[in-house]
């Protein structure tokens, strides 16, 4: 069985940073892209950022361009996300997820159905 656990999220003021990271365990598999989704209280899960081992794409949600980075490493299914310049509405349970199929449609990258393996989340909450 494959395991992906979040560690790294915790209360931070506005403005501040903070960094998630993102490790696999369990039964070795291997996947083509990793991605960062949130879910703040009464609201749908939401696309953050994902990357593409292929090329090292990198895909971003409009909302946190030029504040969030993901890196990661391929070979361990490690991914990691650097949250800058964070806001109250930053203010979420962050969950990583790995995509086993290579799909050629950028938008599919954004899309919670596509991936296949899901962490349990880690809260990152952000006071003003």
């Known amino acids: 069985q494959v395991q992906l656990v979040e560690s790294g999220g915790g209360l931070v003021q506005a403005g501040g940073s903070l960094r998630l990271s993102c490790a696999a365990s369990?039964?070795?598999?291997?996947?083509?892209?990793m991605g960062w989704f949130r879910q703040a209280p009464g609201k749908e899960r939401e696309f953050v950022l994902a990357i593409r081992w292929n090329g090292g794409r990198t895909y971003y949600a409009d909302s946190v361009k030029g504040r969030f980075a993901i890196s990661g490493d391929n070979a361990k299914n490690t991914v990691s996300l650097q949250m800058n310049s964070l806001k109250p509405e930053d203010t979420a349970v962050y969950y990583c997820?790995?995509?086993?199929?290579?799909?050629?449609?950028?938008?599919?990258?954004?899309?919670?159905?596509?991936?296949?393996?899901w962490g349990q989340g880690t809260q990152v909450t952000v006071s003003s």
């Open positions: 997820a790995a995509m086993r199929f290579l799909t050629p449609v950028p938008s599919a990258y954004a899309n919670p159905r596509a991936y296949h393996y």
């Open positions: 369990g039964r070795t598999f291997s996947s083509v892209a």
